[in-house]
């Protein structure tokens, strides 16, 4: 049995040597830059000192840890965080899927790629363009802020960019427009797959636009929905540091201070090394609780898992 086992090995692998070729230097690269980096988890449980090397300070334990949650910035970047995941995860995670359908309902020609090129494009502007872009039209006299004072929605004094209130809005809203478009990509991918017997059979019995979106592209992509709603939870406190930092400013600080740029602050401008390897580990540890826990109720309610 065994020296049957080892012969299908040897032959599947000179039968497909490329393709083992492909995923050995994509696990090369996983090891090297993802798992081997994870060597520094351990500064969070030691006090670090440049002088002694990675391995070389004393033993500190959960010290730091319980220096994070008793610190006042615990309860502000803590709650700044969720509120920015959340309603990026509520804006934006539906909206592509909406794009998706709509896109899917043109038919195949100049129109439809003219649209998905122009929907796409946004996700190439750079972070620090986007948010020049944003501090440009958000000025006291841009366009933005000029827009939405002759709608009355803020008073005439309102400084967009330094507003805690329109901080998240701002923050999520550009968000949404610059990655809607890229988002939406592999969910136009696995309506592309749907059995086109299906939509005959819809049309045969007499089902409208909405009816076979409703009961035929919907439940197709529905195990996609569930597998980006799976990650997208599992990164719920992975809130981007770059944009964050660039759009944040001494009058939004109460609203833009998060986990992220209170990390770099603590580590990297006060050279708090453990501190901020704490936080960091911290911010880790919820986001894989929270994929867990997410992962195994879509297994238990829909029978859909990444594992």
Known sequence: MRRTGLKRMKKELRRDW??????????????????????????????????????????????????????????????????????????????????????????????RRVLQTTVYLPYFISTVVMVAM???????????????????LIGADTNILGDTGCFVPLYVISGVWQSCGWNSIIYIAALSNVNTELYDAAKVDGANRWQMIRH??????????????????????SVGFE?????????NLGASEVIQTYVYKIGVQSNQISFSTADGLFNNLVNFTCLIVVNMIAKKKADISLM
């Open 18 to 111: 490329q393709l083992w070729v492909m995923a050995l230097l994509g696990l090369i690269w996983v090891i090297v830059f993802c798992y081997t980096p994870m060597y520094g988890i351990q500064l969070a449980f030691k006090d670090y000192d440049f002088t002694k090397g990675l391995t070389g300070g004393d033993w500190a334990g959960i010290k730091y840890f319980m220096m994070y949650f008793n610190s006042p910035a615990f309860a502000t970047t803590m709650r700044n965080t969720f509120v920015i995941a959340f309603f990026s995860i509520v804006v934006g995670f539906p909206l592509p899927i909406i794009l998706a359908l709509a896109i899917n309902q043109l038919k195949k020609g100049a129109p």
């Open 134 to 152: 944003l501090n440009i039209m958000c000025a006291p006299n841009g366009v933005v802020t000029n827009f939405l004072r002759s709608l009355n």
């Open 216 to 237: 035929v592209e919907l439940p197709a992509i529905v195990p996609t929905i569930i597998i980006i709603l799976i990650l997208s939870m599992g990164g719920i406190l």
């Open 243 to 251: 944009k964050t930092y660039l759009m944040q400013n001494p009058l």
